[in-house]
């Protein structure tokens, strides 16, 4: 039979065979073609499927994004932190001298009171009723009994508000709490003094006065004074004296040396704790030469240490010595004073000064010699501290003798 080419002809699969299933085809939208078929990467695919962001990733996303933004402001940043923290500095410093200055006011005004009345029972009933109402009030123990008694000894040790006023603007309470036990007015007047010069922590402090630093000192031999002005002196910014600088004895006992050695040995070790040694002569002291050599008439000598002052601009010569001081030294050390003066000192610097550091002190010829007016100071070194009670008796001794002796002159 002859069928019409145009016509389908359908056959039926053979039983038991299945038709396999059609492909899936990609739906296609009216004027959509296989070329604008959109087409999903397996990396896209891969991204629908992660879980969405914790809120703590969204809070991190976020400030990464705003250090982003913010990177190119840095320095608006840091300008912004300084005036913060000056503003603070500023803040904490007018706090500290507005508290220092109340309690003077506190314990000048209870002293007043007291010594208007002329009672000892008076005085004790008054601290106590006062410590009471004060507390009640405000609360707290900063105006307990004990505190209000620093206080009152505060404004009677330090009469003077126009010493209090300039000091309190950079020293703390504590500071002041600190010098109080001690019983001389200008030894508390020293310690402030230098407190405030060489910007003392509380702890350094306390530890200046656990070393006995003013008996130390050259200048706490010289009358009252003498000292008191040199002090004031310091504290207006005028020329600082070298007695308030040098002291004897120096503690060397960082060096570690115990028993005979050589002076190249007490050098060497100076050297190697240079730090330390820094430290103990004080602050302003800086390093220049070790055996800085100098030829004279075609000789050549050595000055053991050199360093710079930088307070007292001036150039200070060490020569270390084993023994006492010996007269010879004094030639010796106002020969490299000189060369000094002559080949190293610069423009706007002080004469040279020397410093012969003896293990053991000579304390006539140091007087006959009158080295203080060649501008050479000799004083003694230990490198064994022997204990603290006999060290403070000797010091305190020593101390007595100087008093006596500027006593006796004329």
């Known amino acids: 039979m002859k069928t019409d080419s145009t016509t389908t002809t359908k056959t039926r699969p053979p039983a038991g065979r299945r038709t396999p299933a059609a492909k899936p085809q990609n739906r296609r939208f009216p004027g959509q073609t296989s070329r604008n078929l959109p087409i999903v990467s397996p990396a896209v695919t891969q991204l629908q499927t992660l879980p969405a962001p914790s809120a703590k990733q969204q809070i991190a996303t976020r400030k990464n994004q705003t250090t982003l933004l913010l990177a190119p402001n840095n320095s608006l940043f840091d300008e912004i932190k300084n005036l913060i923290e000056q503003a603070r500095s500023r803040v904490a410093y007018q706090?500290?001298?507005?508290?220092?200055?109340?309690?003077?006011?506190?314990?000048?005004?209870?002293?007043?009171?007291?010594?208007?009345?002329?009672?000892?029972?008076?005085?004790?009933?008054?601290?106590?009723?006062?410590?009471?109402?004060?507390?009640?009030?405000?609360?707290?123990?900063s105006f307990d009994q004990r505190n209000l008694r620093r206080m009152m000894q505060f404004a009677e040790y330090f009469p003077d508000l126009q010493i209090v006023s300039p000091l309190a603007t950079q020293l703390s309470w504590s500071h002041f709490v600190e010098v109080l036990p001690l019983p001389d007015s200008v030894q508390r007047e020293f310690y402030l003094t230098i407190s405030l010069a060489e910007r003392w922590s509380r702890q350094a402090l306390r530890e200046k006065i656990d070393g006995m630093l003013y008996e130390r000192t050259l200048i706490s031999g010289k009358p009252e004074k003498i000292?008191?002005?040199?002090?004031?002196?310091?504290?207006?910014?005028?020329?600082?004296?070298?007695?308030?600088?040098?002291?004897?004895?120096?503690?060397?006992?960082?060096?570690?040396l115990k028993g005979v050695y050589s002076e190249k040995s007490l050098e060497e070790s100076l050297i190697i704790h240079l730090e330390q040694f820094i430290m103990e002569l004080g602050i302003g002291f800086a390093f220049i030469e070790?055996?800085?050599?100098?030829?004279?008439?075609?000789?050549?000598?050595?000055?053991?240490?050199?360093?710079?002052?930088?307070?007292?601009?001036?150039?200070?010569?060490?020569?270390?010595?084993?023994?006492p001081f010996k007269s010879a030294y004094k030639a010796q050390m106002e020969l490299y004073l000189r060369w000094l003066e002559l080949n190293e000192m610069q423009t706007g610097e002080e004469t040279p000064l020397g410093l012969i550091l003896c293990a053991e002190g000579g304390r006539e010829q140091i007087e006959l010699l009158q080295l203080d007016k060649t501008g050479i100071h000799v004083a003694q070194y230990l490198t064994e501290l022997p204990p603290k009670e006999l060290l403070q008796r000797e010091l305190r001794k020593s101390l007595l003798q100087a008093k006596e002796r500027f006593g006796a002159q004329p």
Do not use: C
């Not at 209870?110 to 609360?139: E, M, S």
């Open 227 to 256: 000292v008191r002005k040199a002090l004031s002196d310091m504290r207006s910014g005028a020329a600082i004296s070298p007695d308030v600088i040098f002291k004897s004895p120096y503690f060397l006992e960082f060096t570690g």
């Open 95 to 141: 706090v500290n001298s507005e508290t220092t200055l109340l309690y003077w006011n506190i314990g000048h005004r209870i002293n007043t009171d007291i010594l208007q009345n002329k009672r000892a029972d008076y005085g004790q009933k008054t601290v106590v009723t006062l410590a009471q109402q004060l507390k009640d009030h405000f609360g707290g123990s």
């Open 290 to 323: 070790r055996q800085k050599r100098i030829i004279i008439d075609g000789e050549d000598f050595r000055i053991d240490l050199l360093f710079y002052h930088r307070k007292l601009r001036r150039l200070v010569a060490m020569d270390l010595k084993l023994g």
